[in-house]
């Protein structure tokens, strides 16, 4: 929030203070009980002041935490993607060199010899 909003919520908050003010006075309540009454609802506005500060502190800190989990959550799927795809291509390359070998092993020269005589 930048400066000249908080001060027209200060001076809105001042005009509403000023009418609650206004409307205990016209309902009989002594100027002097009011004058205790403001330093009490001047502090209150400042809590509540700062109560709003913290809520909107922690949506912006959640909604930054939910971004960042997000993000590592993405990476961490693409780490595993690449892994997996490390795995087929290893798997798919011992399975090459098996049929390579199964190929030109005994096995084989030994049916060659009695299926083609």
């Known amino acids: 929030m930048n400066t000249l909003e908080q001060i027209k919520r200060e001076t809105k908050d001042d005009a509403r203070l000023y009418a609650c003010i206004r409307d205990l006075y016209e309902q009989g309540v002594s100027l002097?009980?009011?004058?205790a009454l403001i330093p009490d609802i001047r502090r209150t506005r400042?809590?509540?002041?700062l109560k709003r500060m913290l809520q909107n502190n922690n949506e912006v800190l959640l909604n930054m935490f939910s971004q960042e989990m997000t993000f590592l959550l993405d990476a961490k799927e693409r780490q595993e993607e690449l892994e997996?795809?490390?795995?087929?291509?290893?798997?798919?390359?011992?399975?090459?060199?098996?049929?390579a070998s199964a190929d030109a092993g005994p096995v084989k020269k030994l049916k060659r010899i009695f299926l083609s005589a």
């Open 32 to 35: 002097s009980d009011l004058k």
């Open 46 to 49: 400042e809590q509540l002041q």
């Open 84 to 99: 997996f795809k490390k795995l087929d291509q290893l798997i798919r390359q011992q399975q090459s060199f098996r049929k």
